[in-house]
T-cell receptor, first 113, second 114 residues
Framework: DAGITQSPRHKVTETGTPVTLRCHQT?????MYWYRQDPGHGLRLIHY???????DKGEVSDGYSVSRSKTEDFLLTLESATSSQTSVYFC????????????FGPGTRLTVL | AQTVTQSQPEMSVQEAETVTLSCTYD???????LFWYKQPPSRQMILVIR??????QNATENRFSVNFQKAAKSFSLKISDSQLGDTAMYFC???????????FGAGTRLTVKP
């Protein structure tokens, strides 16, 4: 299995507070992704990165920002959390050598009260 | 933008039988990959099978095979000799190779019955 971890694994926070989720991979993968998973929607892409400091928006990027200062780390920030951002967040990584297979982290369950 | 549709929210199959999960997608791109991912109760996402759009031959991985109909934009997954461990959510996914944007369907919950 690709070494990809997420922290924290669970978080409860209050509306209006900033939240940062961390994704760390040890495979030297070029691409990294953040998704959210909600019932009835499958996984929806929030942001992705195709290299250090190179990021782009996905399908549901409003209210989220990302940063990638090192190959191995991809941070997702909710600048002012809202209850609609309660979800399970998955990070993934991959590269062209893996034929674009994405290796997923274990997920982070975020609850915004 | 690409969309992926899985029209079967839930399916069930008897152990050892065959089941087919449906997936259709909409795109104007020619350079893309298609995937089926499995998500068991552990929540871990696991790749089942992938298909490169430029390949006409359908991908197979042991008991799993796909029926890729490019003109119809259809990508179904067939599971043969179903096993209890196949019980999971199955997601169809589309990747645009030009920008690595990935889209998932809403999923099909498959239950294998003993």
């Amino acid at each position: 299995d690709a070494g990809i971890t997420q922290s924290p694994r669970h978080k409860v926070t209050e509306t209006g507070t900033p939240v940062t989720l961390r994704c760390h991979q040890t495979e030297n993968h070029r691409y990294m992704y953040w998704y959210r998973q909600d019932p009835g929607h499958g996984l929806r892409l929030i942001h992705y990165s195709y290299g250090v400091k190179d990021t782009d928006k996905g399908e549901v990027s409003d209210g989220y920002s990302v940063s990638r200062s090192k190959t191995e780390d991809f941070l997702l920030t909710l600048e002012s959390a809202t209850s609609s951002q309660t979800s399970v967040y998955f990070c993934a990584s991959g590269n062209d050598l893996t034929y674009n297979e994405q290796f997923f982290g274990p997920g982070t369950r975020l609850t915004v009260l | 933008a690409q969309t992926v549709t899985q029209s079967q929210p839930e399916m069930s199959v008897q152990e050892a039988e065959t089941v087919t999960l449906s997936c259709t997608y909409d795109t104007s791109e020619n350079n893309y990959y298609l995937f089926w991912y499995k998500q068991p109760p552990s929540r871990q996402m696991i790749l089942v099978i992938r298909q490169e759009a430029y390949k006409q031959q359908n991908a197979t991985e042991n008991r799993f095979s796909v029926n890729f109909q490019k003109a119809a934009k259809s990508f179904s997954l067939k599971i043969s000799d179903s096993q209890l461990g196949d019980t999971a959510m199955y997601f169809c996914a589309f990747m645009n190779r030009n920008n690595n944007d990935m889209r998932f369907g809403a999923g099909t919950r498959l239950t294998v019955k003993p």
